[in-house]
């Protein structure tokens, strides 16, 4: 693994760690650096901005960005850099996450955010995603992906135990 992060996970609350903390995990896996902050849209709109309008002087390649409820901090993050934004909708008490992928998916055309599942599964993806948009220029992590991909599709039993 390098030094230098190259992926940002940020994400709106410390609340949202035990979802976000999977993301971390997967990219620690595939041995690609990262760095993990907490930068919400409402609470700390200046941290938001600089954090965004300098992602790519930082040297961050890509980044992945997890809220919930009123789940701005993806999209407000899209708005401010051109480097590839992924959003995880962080699965809220009240609504089950529905508003916070409501929130993430529906940006206007022009601002993509890449917008995964609610919770766990979606900070999962969004770590390996995050690998395969480097892995393309980047062989041996390409190699690594390939391995962790093999190696989970050895690891599924043809019949439950
Ligand atoms: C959002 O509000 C955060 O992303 C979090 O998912 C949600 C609740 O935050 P806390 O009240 O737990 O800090 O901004």
Redesign the pocket.
Known sequence: MTDRPLVAIV??????WETMKNAAAVLEKLGVAHECRIV????TPDRLVSFAKGAHEEGFKVVIA??????H?PGMVASMTHLPVLGVP?E?KALKGMD?LLSIVQMPGGIPVGTLAIGVPGATNAGILAASILATSDEALAKRLIDFRTAQTESVAERPS
């Not at 919400?40 to 609470?43: L, N």
């Not at 997890?66 to 789940?71: D, H, I, L």
């Open positions: 994400m709106g609350s410390q609340s949202d919400s849209a409402h609470r997890g809220a919930g409820g009123a789940a901090l962080v809220s916070s």
